[in-house]
């Protein structure tokens, strides 16, 4: 049961780490006063794929799986092996989390800056 949790939460954080920016418009929000609609499109999917050099997938897996086995080799000089197993995959999944975050979060910046750039008033 234990391993089909972190197995379940493992493939939750795979998922998070997905890369398609193209079509979410939370991302920046600009000032529309004069902007062509489909121009602003053509912008803003440029923009985004600039965004994807930020690879979220191996910055997730990579975070969680090195806070996994910190947290694994903490646990195990704390609690012994249950407690390795619990702290590891713990600690795997809330890394692999905030590793997904902070990069969504560079990601969102290198759009803004981007369109910015581009002579567009970003709002947020």
Do not use: P
């Amino acid at each position: 049961m234990k391993k089909l949790f972190l197995y379940l939460n493992l493939c939750f954080a795979i998922g998070c780490a997905q890369n398609d920016l193209s079509d979410r418009n939370d991302i920046a929000i600009i000032d529309t006063r004069g902007v062509d609609e489909s121009v602003f499109k053509k912008d803003y999917f440029e923009c985004s794929d600039f965004a994807k050099n930020i690879d979220l997938t191996e910055r997730t897996l990579k975070q969680g799986a090195v806070a996994g086995a910190t947290g694994a080799a903490v646990g195990a000089i704390i609690g012994g092996e249950e407690a390795a197993k619990k702290i590891g995959g713990s600690a795997a999944v809330l890394n692999a989390v905030e590793a997904n975050l902070d990069g969504r979060s560079e990601q969102a910046k290198i759009i803004k800056n981007c369109l910015r750039g581009r002579g567009y008033k970003v709002l947020n």
